[in-house]
């Protein structure tokens, strides 16, 4: 069964920086799977972030071009989004999972952008 354990969340100022984290495990092969981040604001739907395919071909929602930077270690099959420049829009849980969102949920991590 794949499971996602996200983290690195927390609180911080706008403008601020944080490293997000994501461990999957249950896959018969990680780096056969493209993989996305996922956010979800308060009061609103979830929405993609960034994707990173099995190529290395990387995608970004426009609003975080620039200030958002996704990657992966396949060794470890592990995900990551360092996130600059952050703004109170980026208050939200984040999530990762496939680049078709086709696996269970994790619990996410918080993230809370506010002075």
């Known amino acids: 069964q794949v499971q996602f354990v996200e983290s690195g969340g927390g609180l911080v100022h706008p403008g601020g920086s944080l490293r997000l984290s994501c461990a999957a495990s249950?896959?018969?092969?990680?780096?056969?799977?493209?993989m996305s981040w996922y956010r979800q604001a308060p009061g609103k739907q979830r929405e993609w972030i960034s994707s990173?395919?099995?190529?290395?071909?990387?995608y970004y929602r426009e609003e975080v071009k620039g200030r958002f930077t996704i990657s992966r270690d396949n060794t470890k099959n592990s995900l990551a989004l360092q996130m600059d420049a952050l703004n109170p829009d980026g208050t939200a849980v984040y999530y990762c999972?496939?680049?078709?969102?086709?696996?269970?949920w994790g619990q996410g991590t918080q993230v809370t952008v506010s002075s």
């Open positions: 990173i395919r099995v190529d290395g071909t990387i």
């Open positions: 999972n496939t680049e078709f969102s086709d696996q269970k």
């Open positions: 249950g896959f018969p092969s990680f780096s056969a799977y493209g």
